[in-house]
C-alpha cells in the first residue's frame, strides 16, 4: 500500500461548483498534513496546512480524519483559476520533516 | 525575497552520459532537498541535508545519482551514467529548518531532464 493514495482524476466540474478530493495515508502515526497546489509545469506551492480540527480558508476547507486516515479539500464556488493539480502531504513521525507527497489529483474547471 | 534558484531550466542528454543540477536555496534556510517528479506522478524525496550533513538518502539511486551541499549552502546533484527512466523534473526546495512539522518548504522551478 501506498504511504499517500490520492484519486489522480481528472475532476472536471463548472465554474461556481463544490468540488472535494481525498487523501488516504497508511502511517497512523502521521502527524502533520498539507495541500500543494501545482499548476502545470510549474513548481508545487503551499496551498494550505490540515488542522485535527479542520480549517477554512476563503473558499477552501481542509478535514483531517484519523480514525479512517484520510484528509480531504473542499473547494467552493470554483473558479478557471482553480484549475491544476491537488498534492496531498503527509509528514510521518521519525522521518526528519520528510515530506511524503501523493500522485496529485488534476482539476479542471470549465466555464 | 530570493526564492530557491535552479539551473539548468532544461536539459536533453543521450543515455549513459552525465549531467549535473546546482540549486541555491533562499538564504538563511538550512535545509534542502532534492525530489523527482515524473510526469504524472508525485515528487518524490531523493535528498535532503541538514546544513553539509545528509539527514535522509534512503531513495536516492546511489549507484548512478549523488549530491554534495559542500558549505552548507549551494547544492549539486549529479546524474552518471543516465538512463531513459531519470527523465524526470528535479526539484530542489528549502525550509528554515527542520524539526518544526509545518515548517513551509518553498521549491524552485524545477530542472526539466530528458534522456534519450
Known amino acids: 500500500r501506498k504511504e499517500v493514495e490520492q484519486d489522480p482524476g481528472p475532476f472536471n466540474v463548472p465554474e461556481g461548483a463544490t468540488v472535494a478530493f481525498n487523501c488516504t495515508y497508511s502511517n497512523s502515526a502521521s502527524q502533520s498534513f498539507f495541500w500543494y497546489r501545482q499548476d502545470c509545469r510549474k513548481e508545487p506551492k503551499l496551498l494550505m496546512s490540515v488542522y485535527s480540527s479542520g480549517n477554512e480558508d476563503g473558499r477552501f476547507t481542509a478535514q483531517l480524519n484519523r480514525a479512517s486516515q484520510y484528509i480531504s479539500l473542499l473547494i467552493r464556488d470554483s473558479k478557471l483559476s482553480d484549475s491544476a493539480t491537488y498534492l496531498c502531504?503527509?509528514?510521518?513521525?521519525?522521518?526528519?520533516?520528510?515530506?511524503?507527497f501523493g500522485t496529485g489529483t488534476r482539476l479542471q474547471v470549465t466555464l | 525575497e530570493a526564492g530557491v534558484a535552479q539551473s539548468p531550466r532544461y536539459k536533453i542528454i543521450e543515455k549513459r552520459q552525465s549531467v549535473a543540477f546546482w540549486c541555491n536555496p533562499i538564504s538563511g534556510h538550512a535545509t534542502l532537498y532534492w525530489y523527482q517528479q515524473i510526469l504524472g506522478q508525485g515528487p518524490k524525496l531523493l535528498i535532503q541535508?541538514?546544513?553539509?550533513?545528509?539527514?535522509?538518502d534512503s531513495q536516492l539511486p546511489k549507484d548512478r545519482f549523488s549530491a554534495e551541499r559542500l558549505k552548507g549552502v549551494d547544492s549539486t546533484l549529479k546524474i552518471q551514467p543516465a538512463k531513459l527512466e531519470d527523465s524526470a523534473v528535479y526539484l530542489c526546495?528549502?525550509?528554515?529548518?527542520?524539526?518544526?512539522?509545518?515548517?513551509?518548504?518553498?521549491f524552485g522551478e524545477g530542472s526539466w531532464l530528458t534522456v534519450v
Open positions: 541535508f541538514q546544513n553539509n550533513g545528509v539527514v535522509d
Open positions: 502531504v503527509v509528514i510521518s513521525p521519525g522521518t526528519a520533516s520528510k515530506l511524503t
Open positions: 526546495a528549502s525550509s528554515l529548518h527542520r524539526g518544526t512539522p509545518r515548517n513551509t518548504i518553498y
